[in-house]
């Protein structure tokens, strides 16, 4: 039997969260001001959780390792955020939105926490206006909706192509009030790099001033780590270069079961690898898959001409295109969700349609949605519909008001204009829908230990639907842990303040200090990016978008011998005590270097292909995701000392609201 509880309250679906509000215990206005709460991170879910805590009255410490709060990783979030306002009049509702984040997740989350989040989405619209946010707006000033992957409703609202930094900049503003009533203390430049547990309860951190090299003792009634995924395992990725697993792998240390954590998002538009030497990669936003046509050349020879630089992508005619997403899924077309075009567009390229020198490209083409923009715009003008020349400009000041500044990016970096040329894209990991198991009250296994956001596992399956996690983030920081928090906080309200003069603190520091100094006393030969770029490899070319068995049990023994070699071999300049990035590095890199090792063996262990998750052994005719129902449920892992030796717990996942069935997109 497991002992993993989720406590999902009793009743009907529709009717669990309004309930549970109504029956979990509470703390008065008076008792908050006596109550302190830790918070990890300061992105969407941590920032908007701070600023809502302290606004309850809670006494509340906000930690990021950035030099401000709005620097945390969601700023880079561009598409939008989903909500079931049905404003387009188009068939959405609370129940679809459900359903549509259950299904796109291939039937792997947990029912009652996605119902919860689709309630809650349309209450985060309303937030963030009354903050300011600028969504896109109609002509008539009604918020404006676009369609994203995996759905057929428009239910995505939007800032242009930056509504990450947007949403982050209302959270951060609401932040900056507490701070200025003093119910937020801020610790910017400043790395958890420990959870203290005391009598069973996490009770406090050990965290590191990045300026100084200072280790600090912090304790609180209750810690919440809103501290974002885990992609950066694969070196290259969407993700800031600063973005880590260290706060979620330490508190899996302490206690805190990790889920799932070999499913990762594979974002299909992205821009192309350029080089050996590239140290991250860029998204184009996905809202892009809206008016943009995905296509490579029908011909071996034509597509071996583009790489080579003899056919322009322009010159190709409409005959000789495959646009391969509409020839196989007519129903969603371009706007299949993100593991279904991802792996379309690796078939493709691995079958040599490829379009860039290194054969690994595809085109996002928005010819079409030019004319077609220019020709509506010319209609409306009482212009001429056939003058090729005006419809053009027409249609690209559409165009430009819609994706505008991500063009820009683009060409910025490739030096290509996309207005003129097919952009080019290709598959990179973007998110991960693992990370630690928490219960309906976004509780860990360890007691006072929450996870909110992209740190925790409970919303997204096997697969994250487009402008869900920014959806995920907020509701979670805003409407979910303010409640569920108290249930647990009413039994501290006579505990008093937490001293941090106790054996577990002083031990947990001595950990801390002991592993830094082994880091910086190292005289290895070989720098951390060295290490960090050799698991990167192992991960993608054996764990990435398609796995097997053989592959898998390969990577485990390459990533133990990868993390021998740099606890041997690497090699830390500067000091212990001072502003040192490397060392900071070096932590972080040592901890991707155990979860890489459980990231495998998770995938060893799942003999099926869900979402993100594609094993070889386990597809259909048509190559597609083949699920197996005695996998329904939720891998627990728990630690036991080294990665290989980690417990194994499951949680069942019922769907009693839901009929799993064959995840079809056509």
């Given at each position: 039997m497991s002992i993993l509880d989720s406590k999902v309250p009793e009743g009907p679906l529709a009717e669990k969260w309004k309930n549970h509000k109504s029956n979990i215990n509470l703390v008065s206005p008076a008792n908050k001001r006596n109550i302190d709460i830790i918070v990890v991170g300061t992105g969407l879910a941590g920032g908007s959780a701070a600023a809502t805590l302290a606004e309850l009255g809670y006494n509340v410490k906000a930690f990021c390792f950035q030099d401000s709060a709005r620097r945390a990783h969601s700023i880079a979030a561009q598409g939008g955020i989903n909500a079931a306002k049905n404003y387009q009049g188009d068939g959405d509702s609370t129940y679809r939105l459900f359903y549509d984040t259950v299904k796109g997740g291939d039937y792997r989350s947990r029912e009652s926490n996605v119902h919860r989040l689709a309630e809650v989405s349309t209450n985060i619209i309303d937030q963030c206006v009354a903050q300011g946010v600028p969504f896109a707006r109609e002509y008539g000033g009604l918020l404006d909706n676009r369609s994203f992957g995996g759905v057929l409703v428009s239910r995505t609202f939007y800032a242009k192509g930056q509504t990450g930094q947007q949403l982050l900049l209302g959270a951060y503003s609401a932040m900056n009030r507490q701070i200025g009533r003093g119910k937020i203390k801020m610790y910017a430049r400043h790395e958890m790099l420990d959870v203290v547990i005391v009598d069973g309860k996490a009770r406090g951190i050990i965290a590191r001033n990045l300026v100084t090299g200072e280790i600090e003792r912090h304790s609180a009634h209750a810690i919440v780590l809103g501290t974002g995924g885990y992609g950066n395992l694969f070196y290259l990725s969407t993700y800031a270069m600063g973005s880590n697993v260290t706060a979620a792998w330490k508190a899996h240390k302490r206690g805190a079961f990790f889920a799932n954590p070999c499913f990762t998002q594979i974002h299909p538009t992205c821009i192309p690898v350029s080089g050996d030497h590239q140290?991250?990669?860029?998204?184009?936003?996905?809202?892009?898959?809206?008016?943009?046509?995905?296509?490579?050349?029908?011909?071996?020879?034509?597509?071996?001409?583009?790489?080579?630089?003899?056919?322009?992508?322009?010159?190709?005619?409409?005959?000789?295109?495959?646009?391969?997403?509409?020839?196989?899924?007519?129903?969603?077309?371009?706007?299949?969700?993100?593991?279904?075009?991802?792996?379309?567009?690796?078939?493709?390229?691995?079958?040599?349609?490829?379009?860039?020198?290194?054969?690994?490209?595809?085109?996002?083409?928005?010819?079409?949605?030019?004319?077609?923009?220019?020709?509506?715009?010319?209609?409306?003008?009482?212009?001429?519909?056939?003058?090729?020349?005006?419809?053009?400009?027409?249609?690209?000041?559409?165009?430009?008001?819609?994706?505008?500044?991500?063009?820009?990016?683009?060409?910025?970096?490739?030096?290509?204009?996309?207005?003129?040329?097919?952009?080019?894209?290709?598959?990179?990991?973007?998110?991960?829908?693992?990370?630690?198991?928490?219960?309906?009250?976004?509780?860990?296994?360890?007691?006072?230990?929450?996870?909110?956001?992209?740190?925790?596992?409970?919303?997204?399956?096997?697969?994250?639907?487009?402008?869900?996690?920014?959806?995920?983030?907020?509701?979670?920081?805003?409407?979910?842990?303010?409640?569920?928090?108290?249930?647990?906080?009413?039994?501290?309200?006579?505990?008093?303040?937490?001293?941090?003069?106790?054996?577990?603190?002083?031990?947990?520091?001595?950990?801390?200090?002991?592993?830094?100094?082994?880091?910086?006393?190292?005289?290895?030969?070989?720098?951390?990016?060295?290490?960090?770029?050799?698991?990167?490899?192992?991960?993608?070319?054996?764990?990435?978008?398609a796995r097997n068995r053989e592959h898998l049990q390969e990577a485990i023994e390459e990533i133990k011998q990868v993390r021998e070699e740099f606890w041997k071999d690497v090699f830390v300049p500067g000091a212990e005590n001072e502003y040192n990035e490397e060392l900071a590095k070096a932590g972080r890199v040592a901890d991707f270097l155990e979860l890489g090792e459980l990231f495998a063996k998770d995938a060893l262990e799942r003999e099926e292909s869900c979402g993100g998750h594609f094993r070889e052994e386990h597809q259909t005719e048509n190559g597609e995701a083949l699920r197996r129902p005695e996998y329904q449920y939720v891998s627990a892992w728990e630690y036991k000392g080294q990665p290989s030796q980690a417990i194994h717990h499951k949680e069942d996942l019922v769907y009693e609201n839901i009929e799993v069935k064959e995840r079809s997109y056509k």
């Open positions: 140290s991250k990669l860029t998204l184009m936003s996905e809202s892009l898959r809206n008016d943009g046509r995905i296509w490579v050349p029908k011909n071996m020879e034509d597509a071996k001409a583009i790489r080579e630089g003899k056919l322009k992508p322009v010159d190709l005619p409409e005959d000789k295109r495959d646009y391969y997403l509409e020839r196989r899924y007519p129903a969603f077309g371009n706007l299949v969700p993100r593991d279904v075009a991802s792996r379309a567009a690796k078939e493709r390229c691995d079958s040599g349609f490829g379009v860039n020198k290194t054969g690994e490209a595809v085109f996002l083409d928005f010819a079409a949605a030019i004319q077609r923009y220019g020709k509506e715009q010319a209609h409306v003008k009482g212009l001429d519909e056939n003058d090729l020349t005006l419809v053009t400009k027409l249609g690209k000041e559409v165009v430009a008001s819609k994706y505008g500044n991500l063009f820009q990016m683009y060409e910025k970096i490739v030096d290509q204009n996309p207005y003129e040329t097919p952009m080019m894209i290709y598959p990179a990991v973007h998110y991960t829908m693992g990370g630690l198991w928490v219960d309906y009250n976004l509780m860990t296994t360890v007691p006072g230990l929450y996870a909110i956001g992209e740190a925790n596992f409970s919303d997204h399956g096997a697969n994250r639907l487009g402008a869900s996690a920014l959806m995920q983030g907020l509701a979670d920081g805003y409407f979910v842990l303010p409640y569920t928090i108290g249930d647990y906080l009413a039994n501290d309200i006579r505990t008093g303040k937490i001293p941090t003069d106790s054996p577990e603190f002083e031990a947990s520091e001595t950990y801390v200090g002991e592993n830094l100094n082994k880091l910086i006393n190292n005289k290895g030969t070989k720098s951390v990016d060295y290490f960090h770029k050799k698991l990167g490899k192992i991960m993608w070319n054996k764990c990435g978008m």
